[in-house]
């Protein structure tokens, strides 16, 4: 059985990112689309007039943390592309 679940926008250019194979290049050089940009930033805004739901402050809080998690990776693939 598949549950469809709808995931924000940039997670899901996230994982689609990594799912079609990634390079130590490819992955310096990614950004997320102006929209999903756009999206965090008001979410980013909103947080700062606390004015986020709990659902949006959850997105927020766990955008957070793949942000981190991909700034870890980019030094990591950095020292990958040095290398070569």
């Known amino acids: ?4 679940t709808k995931i924000p926008q940039a ?8 799912a079609a194979g990634a390079t130590p290049e490819s992955i310096l050089n990614f950004q ?10 008001d979410l980013i805004y909103a947080h700062n007039n606390q004015d ?9 809080d766990n955008f957070l943390v793949i942000e981190h998690l991909l700034r870890l ?3 990591v ?3 990958h592309v040095v290398k070569e």
């Not at 997670?11 to 990594?18: M, P």
């Not at 739901?53 to 927020?60: A, Q, S």
């Open 1 to 4: 059985m598949t549950v469809a």
């Open 11 to 18: 997670y899901a250019e996230i994982v689609e990112f990594f």
């Open 32 to 41: 997320l689309s102006e929209e999903a940009k756009e999206h965090i930033a």
């Open 52 to 60: 986020l739901t709990r659902d949006e402050k959850t997105e927020l």
């Open 73 to 75: 990776i980019k030094a």
């Open 77 to 79: 693939a950095h020292k």
